[in-house]
Every structure is written in structure tokens, then in C-alpha cells.
């Protein structure tokens, strides 16, 4: 079975300032994927960046970064130069072949930005 | 525009009336799912879909029902709903082909049973 979990239930960040976001997971496998989502107040959920098991360089997309450490088993999510609009709730997911292709996703983290 | 649409994004009923939330994709995508979410449960799969006339239960399937019978809608029934599926529900679908193929999703339905 897999598992995710973001151990930070809140978090504040100054506005421009860079806050980081935690995400572990546990699972058997060894091809997999990790996948960070955002979801403002008004509820949608929007992909924000991919992280594959076998890549080598962590993913980038813009101001997110993906802080993968493959050995502890940890896919933090980085994001630079915070703005007012990066307020929301953020969630890590992973996705295996051994476990059907299902999205497994953490409890979440409530980032609020401050101006 | 590509887009994931669930409907009605907002309902309300009690308890032992049937319902019904529609998906529709417009992207081709072959695999599609349901989503509950909970606050501090994060989200968790109830079915979900390879493709047409494929379903399987997901991690929290008991009361509700799927189907697939097209390949870009995957209705999600509730027979007879209790207060604690109460919740917001998400559909999502991506392409089947590729591990880094992202899920789109739906805005979302809030439902309330009373």
C-alpha cells in the first residue's frame, strides 16, 4: 500500500519570501510519480508540477520547484517569491503501476501568505 | 477549452433520495475517477474508470454506484444517500498512457445530505 503525508497542517509565509512545503511517502515500489495540486478557496484543484521516481534532476515549473530526496522518501514543494494569490491548500499525490494507477493523495497544507 | 465538468455543483437532499452527479470530458481522456473529499482526510478514490465499460472500486466505494457507458461520461450514483456522504466530490480524467500524465479535474460538487 501507499501512503502520503504532509505533516504541516498550516503554514504562514511572508509575501516574496520562499516557503517550503513537506511531503513523505511510503510505498514498495520503485517506478512512481509525485504530483503536487493546488486548491484555492474557490475549490478547483490545479496541477502544479511532476516529479518521476527515475528522474534525475528535480522538476521545476516556474516559481515551484520539487525538492525530491529519493533515499527518504521525501517530494517537498519549494515555492519562490510568495505572492497573495498562492493562498490556498496544497496537496502532494503519488501514483505507482503496482497499485493500479490509483492517485493516492496526502491530508493537505493550508499556505497563507501574508502581505 | 479542455476541461473536466461535473454537475450540479452545488446540491442538497435527504436522506434515501436518489441521485445523480454527471462528469463529462472532452479531451479523450480513457481513464476517469471519483474523488471524495474530507477535511484532514485529504482525497480519496471511490471508483474509477480504464476505460469504456471498465470500473473499479477505489478505496471508499461502498454507496456509491458508476458507469461507463461512453467513453467522455462517468456518471457517479447514489442510491440512497446517508448524511455521512456528505462531502465534496471531484471527477478527474487523464490519458491512460504515460506514468507523468497529470489528472484534470472538475470543479467540484458540494453535497449535503440531510
Known amino acids: 500500500a501507499q501512503k502520503i503525508t504532509q505533516t504541516q497542517p498550516g503554514m504562514f509565509v511572508q509575501e516574496k519570501e520562499a516557503v517550503t512545503l513537506d511531503c513523505t511517502y511510503d510505498t514498495s515500489d520503485q517506478s512512481y510519480g509525485l504530483f503536487w495540486y493546488k486548491q484555492p478557496s474557490s475549490g478547483e484543484m490545479i496541477f502544479l508540477i511532476y516529479q518521476g521516481s527515475y528522474d534525475e534532476q528535480n522538476a521545476t515549473e516556474g516559481r515551484y520547484s520539487l525538492n525530491f530526496q529519493k533515499a527518504r522518501k521525501s517530494a517537498n514543494l519549494v515555492i519562490s517569491a510568495s505572492q497573495l494569490g498562492d493562498s490556498a491548500m496544497y496537496f502532494c499525490a503519488m501514483r505507482s503501476n503496482n497499485a493500479g494507477n490509483m492517485l493516492t493523495f496526502g491530508g493537505g497544507t493550508r499556505l497563507m501568505v501574508k502581505p | ?114
Request: glycine residues 8%.
Open chain 2, 1 to 114: 477549452e479542455a476541461q473536466v465538468t461535473q454537475n450540479p455543483r452545488y446540491l442538497i437532499t435527504v436522506t434515501g433520495k436518489k441521485l445523480t452527479v454527471t462528469c463529462s470530458q472532452n479531451m479523450n481522456h480513457e481513464y476517469m475517477s471519483w474523488y471524495r473529499q474530507d477535511p484532514g482526510l485529504g482525497l480519496r478514490q471511490i471508483y474509477y474508470s480504464m476505460n469504456v465499460e471498465v470500473t473499479d472500486k477505489g478505496d471508499v466505494p461502498e454507496g456509491y454506484k458508476v458507469s461507463r457507458k461512453e467513453k467522455r461520461n462517468f456518471p457517479l450514483i447514489l442510491e440512497s444517500p446517508s448524511p455521512n456522504q456528505t462531502s465534496l466530490y471531484f471527477c478527474a480524467s487523464r490519458i491512460s498512457q504515460g506514468p507523468n500524465s497529470p489528472l484534470h479535474f472538475g470543479n467540484g460538487t458540494r453535497l449535503t445530505v440531510t
